[in-house]
Each structure stands twice: as C-alpha cells, then as structure tokens.
C-alpha cells in the first residue's frame, strides 16, 4: 500500500502542472564565494509587497490499514471510526483498505481502495472523501465531495435537480443515492466523457465530523445486456462518438435521446430491468439503506 501512496502522490503533483491554480515550487541554490573575493552589498529598491498562493505540497500520509469488517454472508459489516458510521457493502468488492491524509494545498481526503487494488483498477467502483477546505492542484475526481452547503466543492443539497442525476432518493438524513444517467442537454454541453456512463452513487453528509465532511461509494450499476442496449438503443440518436462526445444536438436529436431515455429510467425505477441489472441494483440500494450514523 505503501508503494501505492507514492504513486498516488507523483501523480497528483505531475497533474498539478496542468490545473490553473497550480502555483510551481521554487529552489533556493547558492555557490560557494571564494574567501579573498571582496562582496559587495547591492542596494535594492523597495517594491509592493505581492500576495502569492501557498505552495502545493506533497500530501502527508496521516493514516492507512484495513478497516474493521465481518462476513454477513453476500454482504460484509464494516465500522469506520473516521467517519463514525456503519454500513453493508457487497462481499464481492474485497476487502477495504481506508487512507487518509492531507490535501495538496489544505484540508483532507479519505479514500478507500478495494481487494488490494488501486482506484484505477478498480474504477467504475471508488470510495472517498473530502473535508470543506480540501484544496488540491488536479483535475475533478468523483470522490471529490465534502458534504452539502456553499463552501469549496460542497453541493447546495442531497436530490437537488441535476441533468447528470435523473433518479435520486434519500435512504435517510444525510444519505441519498442516486443514479447518473445524462440526458441530452448535459451530453450536449461537452462535459468530461468520465461523468457520462451510467453509475450508481451513494452521498453521505457529515457536516459535523471533525475531519471528513462528505463521503460517496460510486459503483457499475448496469448489467453487460443492459449496456449493450443502452449502446445501440440510445446512444446513437445523439450520434455519440466512441469518446462520448455527440454529432447530433439538434432540438429533434435531443427529444428523441430524452424520450428513449426515459423508457430505461423506468425499467430501473420498475425493477424491469434484466436480473443482472436488478441484482446490482438491490445490492447499492441495500448499502445506501445500511449506512447508520454511531
């Protein structure tokens, strides 16, 4: 896990040259003065103090190990004190290791990884979270979530009306979960190809926890024959290219996607779906519902 970590951390600083924000890191260096060379003492103009943005750090590793978990059958318990809550998860996933530690610039950020493997083996499937004034030079991650409000990356509210989320129930205070799955004016506005496959996701607020105030479990949702008719049923009609990226946005295009998409959006709220489908779907709705606050 150790190894990971590093990995992880080169590459957020590697990423960091991209991103708008990112301020370089500066070296200092001397040379040595010989000790006959007299030195003589420059006078300096005074100029305007500048106020610059902190230097980017490389994250510090505050905590890592497996969290504290028991076999319910199809299901594994687990407790996890920096969160302070419980939850049920699929037996499936592996075991979880949990990982905490400092942001780029400021706050936290706490992620799972499941079965051993990294977040880019593992994605659609990724756990995480973040605290209010988590602040990092890189691109949007989906784990990039710190609870509801106005602040830094926070959403205003849990089912609030989102193109990207058309389905979205709350298990409880405090736990919604919701399914992404865009319609045509979200498709059509150029988003990243990452936020467009349908997934399934969990949002826990925690606006009091001393460290982490968000936490989300995105997982594939859609079983390969469903996918498989998503691909050749409604993609098309937007005409999207292997990149996701749509040839046809015109308002009869858009009307014709929305319409069929609906038609989906229905086997999944009818449980009409394939059972591939309607497996997985009980299984994510099952950890949305088992998430209790200790």
Request: a negative charge.
């Amino acid at each position: 896990m150790k190894a990971r970590f590093d990995l992880w951390v080169i590459w957020i600083v590697i990423s960091t040259a991209g991103c708008q924000n990112f301020v370089p890191a500066t070296r200092l260096s001397t040379s040595p003065v010989a000790s006959n060379t007299p030195i003589s003492t420059p006078t300096f103009t005074p100029s305007p103090t500048v106020t610059t943005e902190p230097l980017i750090h490389q994250p510090e590793l505050i905590s890592q190990g497996n969290l504290d978990c028991s076999s319910q059958g199809a299901f594994t318990k687990c407790i996890d004190d920096v969160l302070s809550i419980e939850f049920e998860y699929p037996a499936t996933w592996g075991e979880i290791e949990a990982v905490l530690r400092t942001g780029g610039y400021s706050g936290y950020a706490y992620d799972y990884y499941f079965g051993g493997k990294t977040i880019a083996e593992t994605e659609p499937l990724v756990a995480g979270g973040r605290s209010k004034d988590f602040s990092e030079g890189r691109g949007w991650m989906p784990t990039d979530f710190a609870g509801y409000g106005d602040i830094g990356i926070q959403s205003k509210e849990s089912c609030e009306p989102r193109d990207l989320y058309p389905l979205c129930e709350e298990a409880r205070s405090d736990v919604a979960w919701m399914i992404r799955f865009p319609n045509a004016k979200f498709l059509c506005a150029g988003f990243l190809s990452t936020m467009l496959y349908p997934t399934f996701r969990i949002e826990i607020n925690l606006p009091n926890n001393p460290t982490i105030n968000g936490f989300v479990f995105e997982a594939p949702l859609l079983s390969e024959q469903f996918s498989n008719e998503v691909e050749s049923d409604l993609y098309p009609l937007l005409g999207l290219n292997s990149n996701m990226i749509p040839t046809k946005c015109d308002d009869k295009s858009q009307q014709a996607f929305d319409a069929k998409l609906k038609v989906f959006l229905d086997k999944l709220i009818n449980r009409s779906a394939d059972s591939g489908t309607v497996k997985n779907l009980d299984e994510l709705t099952h950890l949305a519902t088992s998430i209790i606050f200790r």
